[in-house]
């Protein structure tokens, strides 16, 4: 089976900058879109940023705009998050997500339902 695996988070001071990285871990398949999610405590889950590889094409959330970057390798299966500039209000767990399905509308992976694969989560707290 699949098995996404989110590493890179941890703790940091407002302001810091942290790398997540989401690979397979499981049986090889094919992904149209990667994303990243996150839930604060009490909260439910957001979307923060995601990239369909056709086109290279990526959304944020407005929030993180201008501080957080989505990359990747198709071929891999591997995205990565890279956070700068953080706040105490982007403290959460982030988990990624993998979508086999290909969307017209890049900007439906956005929307947790496209997404057939997740992974754990891992951790994400900035002190201010």
């Given at each position: 089976q699949v098995q996404l695996v989110e590493s890179g988070g941890?703790?940091?001071q407002s302001g810091g900058s942290l790398s997540l990285s989401c690979g397979n871990s499981g049986?090889?398949?094919s992904s149209a879109g990667m994303g990243w999610f996150?839930?604060?405590p009490g909260q439910d889950r957001e979307f923060v940023a995601s990239i369909?590889?056709?086109g290279?094409?990526?959304y944020y959330r407005d929030s993180v705009k201008g501080r957080y970057t989505i990359s990747g390798n198709?071929?891999?299966?591997?995205?990565?998050?890279?956070?700068?500039?953080?706040?105490?209000?982007?403290?959460a767990v982030y988990y990624c997500a993998a979508a086999a399905?290909?969307?017209?509308s890049s900007g439906a992976y956005?929307?947790?339902d496209v997404y057939n694969y997740w992974g754990q989560g891992t951790q994400v707290t900035v002190s201010s």
């Open positions: 941890g703790l940091v049986r090889t398949f996150r839930q604060a369909r590889w056709s290279g094409i990526t198709n071929a891999k299966n591997t995205v990565y998050l890279q956070m700068d500039n953080l706040k105490p209000e982007d403290t399905g290909f969307y017209t956005r929307h947790p």
